[in-house]
């Protein structure tokens, strides 16, 4: 009976909304791709615009135009490194031969002229042994008139032959005292050394007794970080603080950044030297140390403060690619 199968009017509209219910759903639960977007797009309006979380939202603007306002303030990159007083031309006072130490009158920090005196050696066995020797030169040319005198050949070519001997020792002797003290060939200051304490002591040849750096050789060195070393401009100006002095600061200029490096706190750093722009009012002594502050170029404030935290990310994106 077709009555019996087929439903009536009001079961198919039963059906026909329970259908468009599930397709309804279906379709919240399985939205198309642009339909995603735009529910997207309308969910982060609502968030930003809406009027829930008003103070974090006002704390986001407020940051964002912090960041806007550092990005666009001009700035200058000024580095600082630990940087010490040092002398790059230095005399170096050694022994000259084996014996001990008569005389030292010069002490760490005295200022020394040219010629002075600093260090002496013990010569009086020397004064002695050069007075034997004059002796038997005078002997040996005595003795020589009466071999000339006795017409003996022989001995008269043993004689010169040990006169030579002679003079050539008495030149050695005379020598060693020439050099038993030894005198400063410029103008100083005396930067190392302990020999001053060690008078009376015996020294071995080639021992280092004192150094004496010239006073127009007195530089800075300054340890530069690795990350700093490309971006340095050549004579980049900068400014010394020492620790004697901190409230007078000396400025100076870059001069030159060596191969040479020195470990700090588990860094390298390298050895970069600073002439001074002008002689310095105070009295500079060799090792006295200090911070550098060096005008690296113009950045804004954001580069500024910003830049370690960008070279490790650009770091990490490398070792990540």
Known sequence: D??????D???????????????????????????????WLSGLARAVF??????LKLAAVILAAGLLAAALIPSQHRPAFDARIEARDRQVIAAP??????????QLGDAVAPGQELVRLEDSDLRL????????????????????????TAELRNLTARLSQNTVEAALVGD???????????????????????????????????????????ATLALIDEDWVAD??????????????????????????????????????FVAW??????????????????????AGPTTLLGRYGRGIGRWFERSLWRWR
């Open 2 to 7: 077709p009555a019996a199968v087929l439903p």
């Open 9 to 39: 009017a009001e079961a198919a509209g039963l059906v026909a909304r329970v259908l468009g219910e599930a397709l309804t759903i279906q379709g919240r639960a399985h939205p198309a791709l642009l339909r995603r977007f735009g529910n």
């Open 50 to 55: 809406g009027r829930r979380a008003l103070k």
């Open 97 to 106: 031969f084996d014996g001990f130490l008569a005389a030292a009158p010069v």
């Open 129 to 152: 042994e050069g007075s034997r020797l004059a002796a038997e030169a005078e002997q040996l040319r005595t003795a020589m008139q009466n071999a000339r005198a006795q017409r003996d």
């Open 176 to 218: 060693q005292i020439a050099r038993a003290t030894v005198t400063a060939d410029r103008a100083g200051l005396v930067v190392a050394g302990d020999a001053w304490k060690r008078v009376g002591s015996r020294v071995r040849l080639g021992d280092t007794l004192l150094q004496v750096a010239s006073l127009d050789s007195l």
């Open 232 to 269: 340095l401009p050549p004579e980049a100006p900068g400014v010394l603080l020492l620790a004697a002095w901190p409230d007078r600061p000396i400025p100076l200029h870059l001069h030159r950044i060596t191969r040479e490096t020195e470990a700090t706190d588990g860094a390298n750093a």
């Open 274 to 295: 600073f002439d001074f722009e002008a002689p310095p009012e105070m009295a500079l002594m060799d090792g006295m140390r200090g911070i550098i502050r060096v005008e």
